[in-house]
């Protein structure tokens, strides 16, 4: 006997197939936020290498400039989600 609940195997084929870029665009989307996640340990590791060894103030604005960037678009992302 066959059960009216099960679908044909080729059912969920299609349907995977006709929803694969909402599949890229959220891997995406989790790749971004998880690489910006890194914005803080990667911004302490340029200040103690680059920043204090050789006292140079504009490495250390460019570097705080960029992660202020990028935890803008971590919050952004975020407030997306």
Known sequence: MKD???YERG???QVRTSLRHLFVIVGLFS???NL???TGP????H????????GAVQTLV?????ALLAY????ALDHTR
Not at 47 to 54: G, I, T, W
Not at 62 to 66: I, T
Not at 72 to 75: P, Q
Request: proline fraction near 3%; aromatic fraction near 12%.
């Open 72 to 75: 803008s678009v971590m919050g």
């Open 42 to 45: 990667l911004y302490m590791l």
């Open 4 to 6: 009216k609940y099960q």
């Open 31 to 33: 790749f971004l936020v």
């Open 36 to 38: 910006l996640k890194l």
């Open 62 to 66: 460019a570097l705080s400039l960029m």
């Open 11 to 13: 059912d969920l084929g």
């Open 47 to 54: 200040v103690y290498d680059r920043v204090l060894p050789s």
